[in-house]
Protein backbone atom coordinates (compact mmCIF):
# COMPACT_ATOMS: atom_id res chain seq x y z
CA UNK A 1 0.00 0.00 0.00
CA UNK A 2 1.22 3.87 -0.09
CA UNK A 3 2.90 5.04 2.59
CA UNK A 4 4.35 8.54 4.14
CA UNK A 5 7.10 8.97 6.08
CA UNK A 6 8.74 11.42 8.87
CA UNK A 7 11.47 11.73 10.49
CA UNK A 8 10.49 11.33 14.58
CA UNK A 9 12.13 14.18 16.26
CA UNK A 10 13.12 17.29 15.51
CA UNK A 11 15.16 20.25 17.76
CA UNK A 12 15.44 23.94 17.54
CA UNK A 13 16.30 26.77 19.34
CA UNK A 14 13.67 29.34 19.66
CA UNK A 15 14.00 32.52 17.21
CA UNK A 16 15.07 29.93 14.62
CA UNK A 17 13.58 28.48 11.49
CA UNK A 18 12.16 24.39 11.44
CA UNK A 19 12.14 22.22 8.79
CA UNK A 20 10.01 19.59 8.89
CA UNK A 21 10.56 16.77 5.72
CA UNK A 22 8.40 14.05 4.64
CA UNK A 23 8.35 11.55 1.84
CA UNK A 24 5.49 9.71 0.16
CA UNK A 25 4.74 7.08 -2.40
CA UNK A 26 1.28 7.65 -3.95
CA UNK A 27 1.45 8.84 -7.59
CA UNK A 28 -1.88 9.76 -8.05
CA UNK A 29 -1.90 12.12 -5.02
CA UNK A 30 -4.03 15.55 -5.53
CA UNK A 31 -3.89 16.91 -2.18
CA UNK A 32 -1.03 16.98 0.84
CA UNK A 33 -1.32 18.34 4.40
CA UNK A 34 0.19 18.83 7.54
CA UNK A 35 -1.43 18.80 11.11
CA UNK A 36 -0.50 19.98 14.47
CA UNK A 37 -1.41 18.07 17.86
CA UNK A 38 -0.55 19.55 21.00
CA UNK A 39 -0.27 17.38 23.83
CA UNK A 40 -3.58 15.81 25.00
CA UNK A 41 -5.54 17.04 21.96
CA UNK A 42 -6.91 16.14 18.77
CA UNK A 43 -5.16 17.04 14.85
CA UNK A 44 -5.48 20.35 13.73
CA UNK A 45 -4.94 21.53 10.24
CA UNK A 46 -1.87 23.83 9.70
CA UNK A 47 -1.81 23.86 5.58
CA UNK A 48 -2.52 21.80 2.55
CA UNK A 49 -1.00 21.88 -0.62
CA UNK A 50 -2.65 20.98 -4.09
CA UNK A 51 -0.80 18.73 -5.50
CA UNK A 52 -0.08 20.95 -8.64
CA UNK A 53 1.56 23.42 -6.59
CA UNK A 54 5.13 23.91 -5.68
CA UNK A 55 4.73 26.34 -2.84
CA UNK A 56 2.47 27.54 -0.34
CA UNK A 57 3.04 30.56 2.38
CA UNK A 58 0.95 31.60 5.16
CA UNK A 59 2.47 33.72 7.58
CA UNK A 60 5.39 31.97 9.25
CA UNK A 61 4.41 28.37 7.29
CA UNK A 62 6.06 27.25 3.83
CA UNK A 63 4.97 24.50 2.40
CA UNK A 64 7.37 23.35 0.13
CA UNK A 65 6.30 20.52 -2.97
CA UNK A 66 8.91 18.42 -5.24
CA UNK A 67 6.32 15.92 -6.75
CA UNK A 68 9.08 14.86 -8.80
CA UNK A 69 10.71 13.23 -5.71
CA UNK A 70 7.53 12.92 -3.81
CA UNK A 71 9.24 14.71 -1.44
CA UNK A 72 6.84 17.83 1.24
CA UNK A 73 8.35 20.01 3.80
CA UNK A 74 6.81 22.09 5.96
CA UNK A 75 9.11 25.02 7.11
CA UNK A 76 8.30 27.17 10.27
CA UNK A 77 9.87 30.87 10.33
CA UNK A 78 10.94 32.26 13.90
CA UNK A 79 9.62 29.05 15.77
CA UNK A 80 8.51 29.56 19.00
CA UNK A 81 7.87 27.79 22.24
CA UNK A 82 4.03 27.31 21.46
CA UNK A 83 5.13 25.73 18.16
CA UNK A 84 6.28 22.79 20.31
CA UNK A 85 3.72 19.51 18.80
CA UNK A 86 4.17 16.69 16.96
CA UNK A 87 3.20 17.82 13.12
CA UNK A 88 1.87 15.03 10.81
CA UNK A 89 1.99 15.13 6.92
CA UNK A 90 -0.32 13.50 5.17
CA UNK A 91 -1.46 12.24 1.53
CA UNK A 92 -4.52 12.12 0.22
CA UNK A 93 -4.57 8.87 -1.50
CA UNK A 94 -5.78 9.38 -5.03
CA UNK A 95 -7.27 5.60 -5.17
CA UNK A 96 -11.06 4.84 -4.83
CA UNK A 97 -11.57 4.77 -0.86
CA UNK A 98 -9.93 8.68 -1.01
CA UNK A 99 -8.60 8.34 2.67
CA UNK A 100 -5.62 10.47 4.38
CA UNK A 101 -2.90 8.56 4.96
CA UNK A 102 -1.07 9.48 7.49
CA UNK A 103 2.88 9.87 8.86
CA UNK A 104 3.94 8.66 11.83
CA UNK A 105 4.48 12.29 13.17
CA UNK A 106 7.60 14.75 13.63
CA UNK A 107 8.17 15.74 17.74
CA UNK A 108 9.27 18.90 17.31
CA UNK A 109 10.93 20.27 20.38
CA UNK A 110 11.46 24.00 20.92
CA UNK A 111 14.16 24.80 23.70
CA UNK A 112 13.99 28.42 25.06
CA UNK B 1 -17.27 26.91 15.23
CA UNK B 2 -17.54 23.43 13.08
CA UNK B 3 -16.82 20.43 15.90
CA UNK B 4 -16.21 17.27 15.93
CA UNK B 5 -17.13 15.96 19.88
CA UNK B 6 -16.10 13.05 21.29
CA UNK B 7 -18.01 11.51 23.81
CA UNK B 8 -15.18 11.06 26.53
CA UNK B 9 -11.16 12.29 26.75
CA UNK B 10 -10.50 9.45 29.21
CA UNK B 11 -12.18 6.08 29.82
CA UNK B 12 -10.79 3.19 31.88
CA UNK B 13 -12.93 -0.41 30.98
CA UNK B 14 -12.02 -4.14 31.85
CA UNK B 15 -10.53 -6.66 29.84
CA UNK B 16 -13.85 -8.45 28.34
CA UNK B 17 -16.12 -5.45 28.46
CA UNK B 18 -18.45 -4.16 25.47
CA UNK B 19 -16.69 -0.36 24.93
CA UNK B 20 -18.80 2.21 23.06
CA UNK B 21 -16.45 5.00 21.86
CA UNK B 22 -19.39 8.11 20.42
CA UNK B 23 -18.37 10.77 17.62
CA UNK B 24 -20.77 13.48 16.35
CA UNK B 25 -19.88 16.21 13.88
CA UNK B 26 -22.11 19.39 13.42
CA UNK B 27 -20.75 20.14 10.21
CA UNK B 28 -23.24 17.71 7.86
CA UNK B 29 -19.76 15.86 6.26
CA UNK B 30 -20.40 12.82 4.66
CA UNK B 31 -17.11 10.96 5.72
CA UNK B 32 -16.40 9.76 9.18
CA UNK B 33 -13.56 7.71 10.20
CA UNK B 34 -12.19 6.21 13.01
CA UNK B 35 -7.93 5.95 14.02
CA UNK B 36 -5.88 4.75 16.61
CA UNK B 37 -2.94 6.64 18.07
CA UNK B 38 0.02 4.73 19.48
CA UNK B 39 3.33 5.93 19.96
CA UNK B 40 5.63 5.37 17.40
CA UNK B 41 3.22 3.86 14.68
CA UNK B 42 1.12 7.16 14.15
CA UNK B 43 -2.19 7.15 13.33
CA UNK B 44 -3.71 3.60 11.46
CA UNK B 45 -7.19 3.86 10.23
CA UNK B 46 -10.04 0.87 11.97
CA UNK B 47 -13.00 1.92 10.40
CA UNK B 48 -15.01 4.96 7.83
CA UNK B 49 -18.06 5.60 6.25
CA UNK B 50 -18.64 7.71 3.64
CA UNK B 51 -23.02 7.69 4.06
CA UNK B 52 -25.47 6.47 6.68
CA UNK B 53 -25.44 2.63 6.85
CA UNK B 54 -22.14 2.29 5.18
CA UNK B 55 -18.89 1.32 6.28
CA UNK B 56 -15.78 0.61 5.06
CA UNK B 57 -12.45 -1.60 6.97
CA UNK B 58 -9.67 0.44 7.06
CA UNK B 59 -6.04 -1.35 7.84
CA UNK B 60 -6.55 -2.74 11.42
CA UNK B 61 -10.34 -3.52 12.22
CA UNK B 62 -9.75 -6.49 13.95
CA UNK B 63 -11.53 -5.99 17.33
CA UNK B 64 -13.83 -3.35 16.53
CA UNK B 65 -17.34 -3.01 14.85
CA UNK B 66 -18.94 0.46 13.92
CA UNK B 67 -22.29 2.01 13.81
CA UNK B 68 -23.46 4.96 11.56
CA UNK B 69 -27.24 5.13 11.73
CA UNK B 70 -27.43 9.01 11.94
CA UNK B 71 -25.43 11.40 9.42
CA UNK B 72 -23.75 13.00 11.78
CA UNK B 73 -22.43 10.05 14.60
CA UNK B 74 -20.11 7.35 14.32
CA UNK B 75 -19.75 4.84 17.16
CA UNK B 76 -17.01 3.15 17.59
CA UNK B 77 -17.46 -0.60 19.68
CA UNK B 78 -15.17 -2.87 21.05
CA UNK B 79 -16.61 -6.08 21.03
CA UNK B 80 -14.78 -7.49 23.71
CA UNK B 81 -11.86 -5.18 25.29
CA UNK B 82 -8.50 -6.26 25.37
CA UNK B 83 -5.08 -4.44 26.99
CA UNK B 84 -3.62 -4.03 23.25
CA UNK B 85 -6.60 -1.82 22.72
CA UNK B 86 -5.54 0.60 25.21
CA UNK B 87 -4.52 3.61 23.19
CA UNK B 88 -5.41 7.33 22.13
CA UNK B 89 -8.72 6.97 19.65
CA UNK B 90 -9.58 9.55 17.18
CA UNK B 91 -12.56 10.35 15.06
CA UNK B 92 -12.91 12.78 12.07
CA UNK B 93 -14.64 13.65 9.33
CA UNK B 94 -14.47 15.45 5.94
CA UNK B 95 -16.75 17.05 3.32
CA UNK B 96 -16.63 15.44 -0.06
CA UNK B 97 -14.77 16.83 -2.37
CA UNK B 98 -11.81 16.74 0.74
CA UNK B 99 -9.88 19.40 -0.38
CA UNK B 100 -10.02 20.39 3.08
CA UNK B 101 -8.85 17.54 4.93
CA UNK B 102 -10.15 15.99 7.92
CA UNK B 103 -11.51 17.52 11.34
CA UNK B 104 -10.70 15.83 14.42
CA UNK B 105 -12.03 15.68 17.72
CA UNK B 106 -10.14 15.96 20.48
CA UNK B 107 -9.85 12.20 21.11
CA UNK B 108 -10.37 9.49 24.06
CA UNK B 109 -7.51 8.16 25.73
CA UNK B 110 -8.52 4.61 26.58
CA UNK B 111 -6.92 2.01 28.98
CA UNK B 112 -8.15 -1.48 29.08
CA UNK B 113 -7.20 -3.28 32.49
Known amino acids: GEDVEQSLFLSVREGDSSVINCTYT??????LYWYKQEPGAGLQLLTY?????DMKQDQRLTVLLNKKDKHLSLRIADTQTGDSAIYFC????????????FGTGTLLAVQP | DVKVTQSSRYLVKRTGEKVFLECVQD?????MFWYRQDPGLGLRLIYF???????EKGDIPEGYSVSREKKERFSLILESASTNQTSMYLC????????????FGSGTRLTVV
Open chain 2, 92 to 103: ASSSIPQGKGYT
Open chain 1, 26 to 31: DSSSTY
Open chain 1, 49 to 53: IFSNM
Open chain 1, 90 to 101: ADLYGGATNKLI
Open chain 2, 27 to 31: MDHEN
Open chain 2, 49 to 55: SYDVKMK
